[in-house]
């Protein structure tokens, strides 16, 4: 009963909120959306073998605002899951979650914004879900800033909220053609230290359409350098040019006390680092098609191995938002797991016969050929299959789609999801 109670917590949300926050927001737009998802699959369990699984999914987003004017607001998303086929593969999971859930105000002067309640802070180092207050505003011309403190969502199922805390900010220095900002962080979970982290990000806009993006981040606790993200965009001609780098350190980037939540907590303490080089090459062809050339480098330090990963991937799309594509890749590496070459074709189809009685049809189809075996295994599918069409002056739609995959690492899986998606909007 109590995995139900978040999801509970959001429909009792949605009620009150539209009750009365109509009352404080004038000229605002309601928008309301549902999304129902039935998925049938069949899994293992600790009691059973091949069981079948059909979990009901219901997503819920609510937006009261008024995009065209500063003052307040009010976003909710959240989702709950009840399993018919009444079996153990979820007992350890939960059944629902509030993702976000906050008011908003907007100011008229120095871009001043304020959230307060559940949130998504997405900020320099930041990238973490908190119940809290965010403040951001323009400090004159030239700064910019932003606060955050509340409780790290992340840490409410470890021994409760007691001593939970988490707080940072960014401040950031910006002219036309660059952004400059400083960040930090810090996390307490039962009053013990987290993770406290810093970092710099930058953005940089140059004439003739040429930029810079990037961040450096710093874990205080290992006293080093966890990550380097950096990537350049310009033109040659009619090519778009992408050459980015990353560098991960996983002992300072997984290396805190934050195991019991984070799933590659395990590799901290390998002393592995993994250095991605590469650059992506973008090439419209008239209106309808562009030519995307990839290549990416991997290089690991312990694992003492090295990838170069070469794709190329054509996509038309038509006037009418049809589209269709492939991908041709080949992965050349050190480990006979990174030695494959893939082909992948893809399309989207929404201008049907009439005597169709469909909207839209979909369908993707990946293929992997390993150099070696894999388990006595050389090769991989995965084929997707969708359709779907809308009622209600597209209020509605219904969306049937079907999965079938063989790999490796899993025995051949049929999946099968039905979502039935609503929309509302109402000025008031």
Known sequence: ?????????????????????????????????SDTILRLLERDTATEESAAVLPIYQYI????????????????????????????????????ELLYSYLEYSGEQAHFNARLGRQYIFEGVTNDSIDGIRVRSD????????????????????????????????????????????????????SDDAGEKAGTDISVYLPLGIGLYGRSIYNVDTEDISEHSYELRFG????????????????DYFGDSTTGINPFAMLAGTEEKLTVAGAELSLPVGDSLVLV??????????????????????????????????????MSGDAAENRYYLLRAFGYWQSLPEALPLGFLSGEVVYVDYDQPIYEEDSSLFISLGCGKKFMEDALSV??????????????????MLTLSYRFSNEF
């Open 139 to 190: 400090l004159g011309k030239y700064f910019s800033g932003s606060v955050f403190a509340g409780l790290p969502v992340a840490y409410s199922g470890e021994n409760g909220r007691d001593g939970d805390s988490i707080y940072g900010g960014r401040l950031a220095n910006h002219t036309s053609w660059y952004d400059l900002g400083v960040s930090y962080q810090t996390v307490e979970s039962d």
């Open 236 to 251: 040659l001609g009619p090519v778009a040019v992408r050459p980015f780098f990353q560098q991960f350190d996983y002992d």
């Open 1 to 33: 009963m109590a995995r139900t109670t978040s999801f509970k917590l959001v429909l009792r949300l949605v009620f009150v909120t539209t009750l009365l926050l109509p009352q404080i927001v004038c000229a605002a737009q309601l928008n309301f959306q």
């Open 293 to 330: 050339a990839t290549y990416k480098n991997y290089d690991y330090d312990v694992f003492h191995d090295s990838s170069q990963y070469h794709a190329l991937q054509a996509t038309w799309t038509s006037e009418e938002n049809n589209q269709i594509g492939g991908e041709a890749g080949v």
């Open 399 to 416: 969306k049937l789609s079907a999965d079938y995959s063989i790999d490796p690492y899993f025995d051949e899986d049929i999946q099968g």
């Open 61 to 96: 987003q609510l937006d009261i605002d008024n995009p065209d004017e500063p003052g307040l607001a009010f976003h909710l998303y959240g989702w709950g899951r009840w399993d018919t086929a009444d079996n153990d593969y979820y007992d350890d999971s939960t059944a629902g």
